[in-house]
């Protein structure tokens, strides 16, 4: 069954093999990557998503983090990310982060926001779910977990 993550989710706005060597430069590449496709502002984003860092991680545990941040879009923005390797991000249980879903809001959206926060940490922390996003082949396959489409996950 499809879930609303599909509302905020595009397939060209999943990566695989994401390079990092930390959180910093994680959530740097991230706004690199938002401002490319949504016509973000790399560096006010980027502050903005270090910002919301200062105030407590953004590292749920598990392998996890959920970096978000309000910005000025029409809608709400993700961006999933499979590290190839994990980072240290801070995170609640001390585990290094290899799963990022970066959530970007418009700047009056806040029960979207946390609407959307609540549905992707449901997602992730979900112990089937994170074993089947570390698997996936490709960023399509990523793309169909994340939106829960059984049939393309299958193929």
Not at 22 to 42: I, N
Not at 89 to 97: E, G, K, M
Request: include cysteine; glycine fraction near 8%.
């Amino acid at each position: 069954m499809p879930n609303d993550i599909q509302s905020f989710l595009q397939p060209q706005n999943v990566i695989v093999g994401l390079d990092v060597g930390c959180k910093r430069s994680a959530l740097k590449k991230l706004a690199c990557h938002a401002s490319k496709t949504m016509g973000l502002g790399e560096e006010p984003l980027y502050e903005a998503l270090m910002e919301r860092e200062r105030l407590g991680t953004t590292g749920i545990g598990l392998g996890v983090a959920v970096p978000h941040a309000r910005a000025d879009l029409g809608k709400m923005q993700g961006i999933l990310a499979r590290l190839s390797s994990p980072v240290d991000f801070d995170s609640i249980d001390a585990r290094p982060v290899d799963l990022i879903f970066l959530l970007l809001a418009p700047e009056a959206a806040s029960a979207e926001h946390l609407k959307a926060l609540s549905r992707v940490a449901r997602l992730v922390r979900a112990p089937e779910t994170q074993e089947a996003m570390r698997g996936a082949a490709d960023a399509a396959a990523l793309y169909a977990i994340a939106i829960g489409d059984k049939d393309a996950e299958a193929a």
